[in-house]
């Protein structure tokens, strides 16, 4: 699933003020633009740079499965979001796009009330859709029947949002994934799964970023999901890239390697050539991320990065 | 403000017909992946790559601006969505991102909702953001103060989102634009604007896309948005570059030149180098209209286009 960071993150004064005073020098050096929404930037000349670089050095390693390639908008279907558990586990996090379908008269009473500064959004309905908070969930649903022998492999790079605010840079509300999804027989995913935590470490040490993989979970909702987090760390299903941002006894997830069982499988009817429910995995950067963390690394002027980094990313 | 087709299509039979056919062409081969929402799809390997390429393009002529490049992320501020008009304006097209903020009693209720298939909707509250419905929205606020000597020029890229379900391939919900934008004096930008009507044509033309350049309007919404559409083509501050996909006797707009007198300025507190209020201009390449335009001319297969065209594109 991709979700990466395992817990929300514990914002006691001393890590706050660490996170808020690598945002000020983030900002300060035009990597970040403030939006005035907590985790919503605009990305700068250099910081856009970096992540060009980066998502280019990981598709050319990706490129080795000869991935199709796949593009997904940041919004996807309601009905498929319904289908996901996304409801059930992380309700927290969602984002539902409404929008207005009323007349001239209903314009009207609308436009009184944001004229008054009273709540408005309620003159508003859910539309057909929902913000991605994977930028594997969309793909699924299109996978719907029977796939080829050997099943399949996709190169996908867009946003996801999580509506989490929060002052941690790397905490964004929404960011860019660069995802590799399998598609195949239990054997099949975990491999890949397993072939990416190797592969993902490699990529990670060739840019300075010393990531160490760790077995982690997702941040399921309320006091039931204390036992949906047990389950998914015993099973081992979830694997982090995790390194030092703004702390080095909180490090932070830039990336992860996921086997999914067969839950994508069984939610949208995606069978193997001979038959069997599919099953899933996927691994995926952060890019921004990934960005951050090369910016803390190395220093926040790409042209004082050591060469051997340089010249892994291209960056001249 | 680059809002780009000017009137909701007509969709009498004939045409509605053109547009499915067209759409199921795009499918079969691949370029574009249903998802069950009209107007909202996946892009397929040679999709993607002959908008990477005209994205390149585009981004080579601007070049020659020494733009900075900016890249904001599909959602913007709640607060500066408040003070551009769009609500009284394009209400219609507006997407509100909503979201859960209960605790766990909250949540039972809202999932009871969610299983007896009632509208579970209603249990979110509006967050902090709004899909952006032009991708230099989130440039002006961003702006506020005093512009340096000679104003500002800015290259950005990325989603726009806008409610309006549709069967023509070339009305989604959820497109990428490549957008120059000029802040500074009325004359500077008046004179991207019209440096950018030019531009446009060429590069359009070097792909071997025959554009005409028409003067043209944002589709106001409602009995009142008369006035206004009337008022907006009085001024020539809106030119789209259009040429025919589906219809010749409806060419669509793939691209537009527009100046804002000083909209963006006044409501974002921009001002000149010298004190006044800063006016500002925007030219958008409507990235996905762009390629779905290149394949109904040139064929849906890219090794089939002509020579000139794969060269000037770099399709090798």
């Not at 009473?109 to 004229?115: K, N, T, V």
């Not at 975990?190 to 300075?208: C, K, M, Y």
């Not at 939610?267 to 691994?283: E, K, L, N, P, Q």
Request: aromatic share 10%; net charge negative.
């Amino acid at each position: 699933m991709c979700l990466y960071p395992t817990e929300h993150a514990d914002l006691a004064m001393p890590i706050e003020e660490r996170y808020r005073g690598y945002l000020d020098e983030l900002v300060g050096h035009r990597h970040l633009v403030p939006t005035g929404v907590p985790g919503v930037y605009g990305r700068g000349t250099e910081f856009e740079r970096v992540i060009e670089r980066f998502d280019a050095l990981v598709t050319r390693h990706g490129a080795a499965l000869a991935p199709e390639v796949m593009r997904f908008p940041p919004i996807f279907n309601r009905k498929h979001y319904a289908k996901i558990d996304h409801i059930r586990n992380f309700p927290d996090l969602m984002g539902s796009v409404h929008t207005f379908t009323g007349g001239d008269r209903e314009h009207r009473e609308m436009l009184g009330r944001f004229e008054r500064d009273e709540d408005w959004s309620r003159d508003l309905s859910a539309s057909e859709v929902m913000m991605t908070p994977a930028i594997c969930y969309p793909l699924y649903p299109s996978a719907t029947g029977t796939l080829p022998p050997g099943g399949r492999r996709v190169d996908l790079q867009g946003y996801a949002f999580r509506h989490e605010p929060s002052v941690d840079p790397a905490r964004m509300q929404i960011f860019r994934m660069h995802e590799f999804v399998r598609l195949g027989t239990p054997d099949e995913a975990l491999a890949h799964r397993d072939h990416w935590i190797t592969l993902g470490q490699e990529i990670f040490h060739s840019v300075g970023l010393p990531t160490q993989p760790v077995v982690a979970n997702d941040p399921f909702f309320g006091r039931g999901g204390k036992v949906q987090k047990a389950i998914q760390r015993e099973q081992n299903l979830k694997y982090e890239f995790v390194v030092p941002i703004c702390s080095e006894e909180k490090p932070t997830a830039i990336g992860s390697s996921n086997y999914h069982l067969d839950h994508f499988g069984a939610a949208f009817g995606i069978r193997t050539h001979d038959g069997a429910v599919a099953h899933s995995a996927c691994v995926g950067f952060g890019l921004e991320r990934v960005a951050l963390a090369l910016f803390r690394t190395h220093g926040l002027e790409t042209r004082a990065w050591p060469r051997e980094v340089r010249d892994v990313l291209g960056l001249g």
